[in-house]
């Protein structure tokens, strides 16, 4: 997310002609799109790291469903 994040400032700044961005050349922000692809693309699916962050919202949900579970049955008796 942070590289996205900086793409869009970069254009953002590039495009407006601020300071020192406006000689920066479109080819570096491209590069820097074509890596974000790359990596959202291939490497994270290669790491796993796109199932990971389900597998971690999965648990999330389960651990408040059986907390949820046990309070409600706490407070019947």
Known sequence: M?????????????FFEVWRFADLSWWYIV?????AFIWFEF?????GLDKKKAHNVDNQRREARV????????KRK
């Open 67 to 74: 907390k949820n579970a046990f309070d409600k049955n706490g």
């Open 43 to 47: 490497i994270e699916k290669m790491l």
């Open 31 to 35: 590069g820097l799109m074509v890596a």
């Open 2 to 14: 942070p590289l996205i994040l900086l793409i869009a400032a970069l254009c953002g700044l590039r």
